[in-house]
């Protein structure tokens, strides 16, 4: 009897120092910002202002000039154009040129790279495209993508993305 007291004593004492249960809701994305970020909590989630895609937004690049050739070969497409056909494109393969601005490596098991050619509306928030990708490419570089289009991508937590390339391809 003594010794189920003194557990008694010790998980009661342990107990409340444990993290509270999160939301049933798994954000594994969510989590690998935090482990990016060295931050102790999970980032709150955003909340759309209009048609924005909050997930994007946060990440959004802002826009620099520059003027990259439009890619070669079939189903070659702009940075404007895959935003404004981002419906009727989903789940297809397009190609697209662009100087990488931003590389995030290794969230959820990939590069998350951030490609501008030049066009697309800033104010919009449609001239930086989010890339996802096991290959490795260096911020600056112009590299060619091949990529499967997905529209209204959500991760949860608040990490929405109007348009972004998924398991793409790399190519200098």
Known sequence: MKILRTICAVLLAVLPCLPAPTQAEDSSFADALVKEQGTASRPAPLQPQ??????SAKAVVPQVQLSVDKAEGENALRVAEIFAQAKALNGKTVRVRGKV????RMIMARNWLH???G???ATKQEHDLVVTTTDEAQEGAIVTVT????????FGAGYRYRVLLENAKVEP
Do not use: F, I, R
Not at 50 to 55: R, T
Not at 101 to 104: D, E, F, R, V
Not at 147 to 154: L, R
């Open 50 to 55: 209009g048609n924005e895609a909050p997930g």
């Open 119 to 121: 066009t697309g509306d």
């Open 115 to 117: 490609l501008q050619d």
């Open 147 to 154: 990529g499967v289009v997905a529209a209204d991508k959500d």
């Open 101 to 104: 601005m931003k590389n995030s």
